[in-house]
């Protein structure tokens, strides 16, 4: 079992950047993709962003591509999301996700989770 620890997240203005982070241990952690989910009050959690297990491939939902950029270091055990431009309707708890498929982009494909960090984006 993956643990999974998030860091990173607060409170930005509109048009801002946040770098969220996400620290793995329990596992050799290049034997997984990685992901970035979110959920906002009252909505279901949805796929954000991904990234294969070398670091290869990327996926990004469609909202957030040109503005967010997942990158992981396999020596460091770690995944970050560089998020540029952010828009209020980026606010959500995040979550990384651990999965041992090549690539996952949907939520039954993760089966490891942190606890979720909260980015608020203020209008």
């Known amino acids: 079992q993956v643990q999974l620890v998030e860091s990173g997240g607060g409170l930005v203005q509109a048009g801002g950047s946040l770098r969220l982070s996400c620290a793995a241990s329990?596992?050799?952690?290049?034997?997984?993709?990685m992901g970035w989910l979110r959920q906002a009050p009252g909505k279901e959690r949805e796929f954000v962003a991904a990234?294969?297990?070398?670091?290869?491939?990327?996926y990004y939902r469609s909202s957030v591509k040109g503005r967010f950029t997942i990158s992981r270091d396999n020596a460091q055990n770690t995944v970050h999301p560089q998020m540029n431009s952010l828009r209020p309707e980026d606010t959500a708890v995040y979550y990384c996700?651990?999965?041992?498929?090549?690539?996952?982009?949907?939520?039954?494909?993760?089966?490891?989770w942190g606890q979720g960090t909260q980015v608020t984006v203020s209008s």
């Open positions: 329990g596992v050799t952690f290049s034997r997984y993709s």
């Open positions: 996700a651990a999965s041992p498929l090549v690539i996952a982009t949907i939520t039954a494909d993760f089966g490891s």
């Open positions: 990234i294969s297990r070398s670091g290869s491939n990327t």
